[in-house]
């Protein structure tokens, strides 16, 4: 009873359309770790009133709640979750670890920076739009072009013809990470068809048993603006 209790207690605060979030709960679900799932509603600003903003100040999510452990960052989630049930996706080898710290970080402070807050965010949300026409159209072509740059070097790099993840030849957390952060293109309907590599990748990762479920809301919103009118490229 008491290791019932122990894995209860934590908490995940989440949306389901949140790139961030996703990963989150794609772990969890594949896992089957015990949590208790509250829904922050993005869309009315819930984030940034009391109490979740007393409980996590920056005003985003994910953040879980275990005991008296409180954390903010997605990739520091799945570390944590993932040393909690001591699972093989975050390898105890020293030097395989390090690779998928490495490849999480990539995608945290190069790819997502660009991919998101450049080309897909200021098209898709409109406290992220720029002020002006001019301005709007300036930040979409840099975030276009660097986009291309960061595909390319994930398909050709980070992935390459022969490995079928991220770290090689099995399925870490950087996959569960980068898959979410990537798919946010299929929102804007980014062509990936240049990307062979990338388009392979997200197919082996988008076969775990509990992606259709746990992207059953963040598909929703990909079909509530296919008649958007978006500048993927």
């Known amino acids: 009873m008491a290791r019932e209790r122990e894995e209860i207690a934590v908490k995940l605060y989440m949306h389901p359309v949140s790139m961030t979030s996703r990963p989150v709960r794609l772990f969890i679900a594949e896992n089957k770790i015990p949590v208790d799932e509250v829904t922050v509603d993005l869309f009315t600003g819930e984030q940034y009133k009391p109490p979740y903003s007393q409980l996590n100040p920056n005003g985003l999510v994910p953040m879980i709640e275990d005991g008296d452990l409180r954390l903010t960052e997605s990739s520091a989630i799945l570390k944590y979750l993932a040393d909690k049930i001591g699972s093989p996706a975050y390898p105890k080898d020293l030097k395989q670890r390090a690779k998928v710290n490495e490849a999480m970080d990539w995608l945290n402070t190069n790819f997502y920076r660009e991919w998101a807050y450049n080309?897909?965010?200021?098209?898709?949300?409109?406290?992220?739009?720029?002020?002006?026409?001019?301005?709007?159209?300036?930040?979409?072509?840099?975030?276009?072009?660097?986009?291309?740059r960061w595909l390319q070097i994930l398909n050709d790099h980070w992935i390459g013809p022969n490995k079928p993840y991220l770290c090689g030849d099995q399925i870490t957390i950087a996959d569960f990470f980068g898959a979410a952060l990537v798919t946010l293109g299929e929102v804007i309907r980014y062509d990936f068809s240049a990307y062979p590599n990338?388009?392979?990748?997200?197919?082996?990762?988008?076969?775990?048993?509990?992606?259709?479920?746990?992207?059953?809301v963040f598909y929703g919103l990909v079909e509530s603006v296919k008649e958007q009118p978006f500048h993927p490229i």
């Open 198 to 216: 990338v388009q392979r990748w997200l197919n082996n990762v988008k076969k775990l048993p509990s992606w259709p479920k746990v992207n059953e």
């Open 119 to 148: 080309l897909c965010y200021p098209q898709l949300f409109p406290h992220l739009k720029r002020r002006s026409e001019e301005a709007q159209a300036a930040t979409i072509e840099f975030g276009q072009q660097n986009a291309k």
